[in-house]
C-alpha cells in the first residue's frame, strides 16, 4: 500500500515541477544583428523580432554589431550564453567568410544551433543615374572603356553583393574598384550621391530609390527575373551565361541551446513568415519567405559553405 502512495506522491511532484516550470522566454531576447540601421538585413531583423515579440509575449530587441565582415556579430553569438536569450540573424555571409579569412575565431556550423532559414532574395544591381546607362550590356562597355574608373559599394568585404559583383568582373572581364562601407545603407546613401556608381544589394534596401528615380536598375541576380521585379531583366539574359547570385537570411543561436527553445523558434518563425501581412510586407520590398527545419537549415548553410569556397577558389575572385 505504501508503495502505491509514494508512487502517486512522486507522480504528483512531477506533474507539480512540470506545471512550475518556466515557458521560454520570460524575459526580453537580444537579437544580434550583423548590420548598421537602415539596411536590408536590419529591416528584415526588426520585422521579425517584432512579429515574435507579439507572439511569445516578450520583447525581442535587436542589437546591431556591424563591422568585421560579419565577424564581430558572428563572435559574439557564438560566445552567448546558450539559453535563448541571444539570437543572430545570419546572412549569406556566414557561408562566404570561411572561405576568405583564414582563421575565423568561430566554426560556421559547430558553433551554432540552427533554427530556421527566414527569407531570400535575389540581388537588384542598380547605378546611379548620373552614369547614363540602362542595362547591364551598356554598364559593362562603358566599364572596358575606362577600366579601374568605376567605383563600386558594398555592404562589406566578403558580403553577397561584394561577391556578387566580382563574379560580374570575372564573367565580363572588367575592372571595377571596391569601396566596401560597413553596412547597405551607409553604401546605398552614397550611390544615391553618385560617390560611388553602382551596387548590387537588396531589393528590400534599393527599390524604394529606384521607384523614387535616385537610382537606375540594370539587373538581377537570381536565374529566372523577378515576380516582383518583372520589367527588370536578369544578369544572365544580358550576356553573363549561367551567372546567378542571391540573398538569403536565417535564425542561429549558440550552439548547445536547449532544443525546447529551439523547437519553440523554430514553430514560431515558420508561422510568422507565413502570415499574410509578413509576406505582403516582404513582397514589397523585392523578397520572399523561405522557411525550414533546423536540419534543413544546417545542411542549407554547409551546401553554400561548399558552393563559395569552390567558386572563389576556381575563380581567384578579389575578395580583399
Known amino acids: ?161 561584394h561577391l556578387a559583383v566580382e563574379l560580374i568582373k570575372f564573367m565580363a572581364n572588367i575592372d571595377l574598384v571596391h569601396v566596401p ?3 547597405a545603407g551607409p553604401a546605398m546613401t552614397d550611390v544615391i550621391s553618385a560617390q560611388v556608381q553602382f551596387m548590387c544589394t537588396s531589393p528590400l534596401a534599393a527599390l524604394p530609390h529606384v521607384k523614387s528615380a535616385r537610382l537606375k536598375a540594370i539587373g538581377v541576380t537570381s536565374a529566372k527575373r523577378s515576380t516582383f521585379l518583372p520589367l527588370v531583366p536578369t544578369i544572365a539574359e544580358q550576356g553573363l551565361k549561367d551567372y546567378e547570385a542571391s540573398l538569403w537570411y536565417q535564425m542561429l543561436a549558440p550552439a548547445k541551446t536547449p532544443e525546447s527553445v529551439l523547437k519553440k523558434l523554430n514553430g514560431s518563425i515558420v508561422r510568422l513568415i507565413q502570415k499574410p501581412d509578413f509576406i505582403d510586407q516582404l513582397a514589397q520590398q523585392g523578397g520572399e519567405p523561405t522557411g525550414s527545419t533546423a536540419q534543413g537549415a544546417r545542411e542549407f548553410t554547409q551546401t553554400q559553405i561548399n558552393l563559395w569556397g569552390n567558386l572563389i577558389r576556381t575563380a581567384k575572385l578579389n575578395v580583399q
Not at 38 to 51: I, K, T
Not at 113 to 119: E, G, K, Q
Not at 124 to 138: F, I, M, R, Y
Request: hydrophobic share 40%.
Open 181 to 183: 562601407y560597413k553596412g
Open 1 to 161: 500500500m505504501w508503495i502505491k502512495s509514494m508512487l502517486f506522491l512522486l507522480m504528483s511532484l512531477g506533474c507539480a515541477l512540470l506545471q512550475a516550470a518556466p515557458t521560454y522566454p520570460q524575459r526580453s531576447v537580444r537579437v544580434i544583428i550583423p548590420f548598421p540601421p537602415g539596411g536590408a538585413g536590419d529591416v528584415l531583423g526588426r520585422m521579425v523580432s517584432a512579429r515574435l515579440g507579439d507572439e511569445l509575449g516578450q520583447s525581442f530587441v535587436n542589437d546591431n554589431r556591424p563591422g568585421g565582415g560579419q565577424v564581430i556579430a558572428t563572435e559574439l553569438t557564438a560566445r552567448a550564453n546558450p539559453d535563448g536569450y541571444t539570437l543572430f540573424l545570419a546572412s549569406a555571409t556566414h557561408a562566404i567568410n570561411p572561405a576568405l579569412i583564414k582563421s575565423l575565431p568561430y566554426h560556421p556550423v559547430n558553433d551554432f544551433s540552427f533554427i530556421s532559414l527566414v527569407a531570400n532574395s535575389a540581388l537588384l544591381c542598380v547605378v546611379n543615374p548620373s552614369l547614363g546607362v540602362s542595362q547591364l550590356k551598356d554598364f559593362i562597355e562603358l566599364a572596358k572603356l575606362k577600366p579601374g574608373r568605376i567605383n563600386y559599394a558594398t555592404s562589406g568585404p566578403g558580403t553577397g553583393g
